[in-house]
Protein backbone atom coordinates (compact mmCIF):
# COMPACT_ATOMS: atom_id res chain seq x y z
CA UNK A 1 0.00 0.00 0.00
CA UNK A 2 2.68 2.52 0.64
CA UNK A 3 4.90 2.29 -2.22
CA UNK A 4 1.76 1.70 -4.60
CA UNK A 5 0.72 3.74 -7.07
CA UNK A 6 -2.08 5.84 -4.65
CA UNK A 7 0.74 6.91 -2.49
CA UNK A 8 3.00 7.80 -5.93
CA UNK A 9 0.10 9.70 -6.81
CA UNK A 10 -0.60 11.54 -3.32
CA UNK A 11 2.53 12.53 -2.66
CA UNK A 12 3.61 13.82 -5.92
CA UNK A 13 5.32 17.33 -5.86
CA UNK A 14 3.69 18.37 -9.50
CA UNK A 15 2.72 21.14 -10.80
CA UNK A 16 -1.43 22.43 -8.88
CA UNK A 17 -1.41 18.79 -7.07
CA UNK A 18 -2.05 18.99 -3.29
CA UNK A 19 1.73 19.72 -1.92
CA UNK A 20 2.15 22.48 -5.55
CA UNK A 21 -0.63 24.02 -3.41
CA UNK A 22 0.44 23.89 0.58
CA UNK A 23 4.14 25.06 -0.85
CA UNK A 24 3.16 28.13 -2.85
CA UNK A 25 0.88 29.64 -0.35
CA UNK A 26 2.11 32.93 1.02
CA UNK A 27 1.77 31.43 3.96
CA UNK A 28 4.61 30.86 7.22
CA UNK A 29 5.40 27.25 7.66
CA UNK A 30 3.51 26.63 10.09
CA UNK A 31 0.49 27.05 8.64
CA UNK A 32 1.48 24.71 5.47
CA UNK A 33 2.66 22.33 8.37
CA UNK A 34 -0.80 22.80 9.74
CA UNK A 35 -2.46 22.18 6.34
CA UNK A 36 -0.80 18.79 5.93
CA UNK A 37 -2.09 17.52 9.23
CA UNK A 38 -4.82 18.73 8.76
CA UNK A 39 -5.98 17.02 5.37
CA UNK A 40 -4.32 13.59 6.19
CA UNK A 41 -5.64 13.45 10.30
CA UNK A 42 -8.04 16.50 10.94
CA UNK A 43 -6.46 18.01 13.62
CA UNK A 44 -3.47 19.89 14.00
CA UNK A 45 0.14 19.04 14.67
CA UNK A 46 1.28 19.12 18.21
CA UNK A 47 3.62 21.90 19.25
CA UNK A 48 6.90 18.66 19.15
CA UNK A 49 4.74 17.72 16.08
CA UNK A 50 5.57 21.05 14.33
CA UNK A 51 9.68 22.07 15.82
CA UNK A 52 9.79 18.32 14.46
CA UNK A 53 8.58 19.43 10.59
CA UNK A 54 10.38 23.32 10.67
CA UNK A 55 13.34 21.50 11.65
CA UNK A 56 13.02 19.04 8.59
CA UNK A 57 11.82 22.32 6.62
CA UNK A 58 15.36 23.97 7.76
CA UNK A 59 17.04 21.20 6.90
CA UNK A 60 15.83 21.46 3.53
CA UNK A 61 17.46 24.53 2.57
CA UNK A 62 14.76 26.38 0.58
CA UNK A 63 12.70 23.28 -0.67
CA UNK A 64 9.92 23.95 0.90
CA UNK A 65 7.99 21.45 -1.94
CA UNK A 66 10.49 18.46 -0.91
CA UNK A 67 10.16 19.29 2.64
CA UNK A 68 6.40 19.33 2.81
CA UNK A 69 6.71 15.59 0.49
CA UNK A 70 8.71 14.26 3.48
CA UNK A 71 6.12 15.57 6.20
CA UNK A 72 3.17 14.31 4.21
CA UNK A 73 5.18 11.30 3.53
CA UNK A 74 5.65 10.35 6.79
CA UNK A 75 2.23 11.67 8.33
CA UNK A 76 0.22 9.25 5.67
CA UNK A 77 2.55 6.39 7.42
CA UNK A 78 2.12 7.41 10.82
CA UNK A 79 0.05 4.57 12.99
CA UNK A 80 -2.64 7.23 13.82
CA UNK A 81 -3.19 7.83 10.18
CA UNK A 82 -3.45 3.76 9.17
CA UNK A 83 -5.67 2.98 12.03
CA UNK A 84 -7.73 5.87 11.80
CA UNK A 85 -8.30 5.63 7.93
Known amino acids: MFNGDL ?3 ATSTGKGGFLDRVASTGT ?32 RKGDAVGAL ?12 FVINH
Open 69 to 80: QDIWWAVLNSNE
Open 7 to 9: IKV
Open 28 to 59: KNAAKIDAIYLAALARKPSAKEVAKANDLMAA
